[in-house]
């Protein structure tokens, strides 16, 4: 499976701080936005990933991340010159994608939980079709809302219903065969002018090939869309890695748990950034794990 970020679309709502700067590459408490969906990839086994943007902000993707070799990864850059759809991904994506299943998450979606690397390799290994993820709100009629029957089959999707049949909001995560490249090619663009990840999802509903799967307790979903949910989003990070002694989306953390790189090599990486307490706990983890530095 490949994957792809797409960390594009001009962040209007969070203006001015994003005039000058791409909402993705903005601090959630300490480290920039983008790292969180990176990790969720590489949580999932996947080691070759592109990051889709702007051509004014794929360059700083590029000086952040470089070629991604440090995590023992490889990544890859392309533009999305105009913000026409999540769905246009595939259709930019299509030649990295190859005859591979890709796996879709949005920059600026933050997942967190027990167990979340089990379940995403889990549902790597057995795709067949599509693989939503769903998870509750208070507020369904903001979202795609997906509903499932007794046997927990999705059976329908609604896109901001009035009435929402479910609580489960359908998330920036999304898991899918190789067909969805020639559906994502095929798709004309909806009202507002947008390649619609809701027509490709509804394109397997119909095939009887979605699944969704219920994050639901025990599991954050964050989305830091507006200045407050940002806040919300960085105070969220605070709380647990102040408390636990952890840190979420340590990219070099999870490089090395995944087997990508040995503990030398995490403990470099961590040595780049000693003068920061992220540097210092990516040192401290690497030696618990035998670094010999």
Not at 222 to 249: C, F, K, N, P
């Amino acid at each position: 499976m490949r994957g792809i970020v797409l960390a594009g679309g001009s962040g209007t709502r969070l203006h001015p701080i994003t005039q000058a700067v791409s909402k993705q590459l903005l601090p959630v408490y300490d480290k920039p936005m983008v790292y969180y969906p990176l990790s969720v990839l590489m949580l999932a086994g996947i080691r070759e990933i592109l990051i889709i943007s702007t051509p004014a902000d794929l360059p700083n993707f590029q000086r952040l991340f470089g070629d991604g070799a440090q995590f023992g990864i490889r990544l890859e850059y392309a533009e999305q010159a105009e913000p026409n759809g999540l769905a246009e991904a595939f259709v930019i994506g299509a030649d990295f994608i190859g005859d591979q299943d890709v796996a879709l998450v949005l920059g600026d979606n933050i997942f967190h939980g027990q167990g979340f690397a089990k379940v995403l390799q889990q549902h790597a290994a057995s795709l067949d079709g599509c693989v939503l993820f769903g998870y509750p709100v208070k507020d369904p009629e903001r979202y795609g809302v997906g509903e499932v029957d007794a046997q927990g089959n999705l059976i329908s999707i609604e896109e901001k219903p009035a009435l929402p049949k479910s609580n489960k909001a359908i998330t920036g995560l999304y898991f899918y065969d190789n067909q969805v490249v020639e559906i994502a090619r095929g798709l004309e663009p909806s009202a507002r002018g947008e390649l619609e990840i809701t027509d490709v999802n509804m394109v397997y509903l119909k095939q009887g090939n979605a699944k969704l799967v219920d994050l639901g307790r025990g599991f954050a979903w964050l989305d830091t869309g507006t200045h407050d949910s940002m806040l919300e989003a960085g105070q969220y990070v605070q709380v647990l890695e102040h408390r636990q002694g952890i840190r979420i989306a340590c990219l070099e953390e999870i490089a090395l748990r995944m087997g990508f790189i040995d503990a030398d090599a995490c403990h470099a990486l961590g040595e780049k950034l000693a003068k920061s307490g992220y540097g210092q706990y990516v040192m401290e983890v690497a030696r618990s794990s035998g670094a010999t530095a």
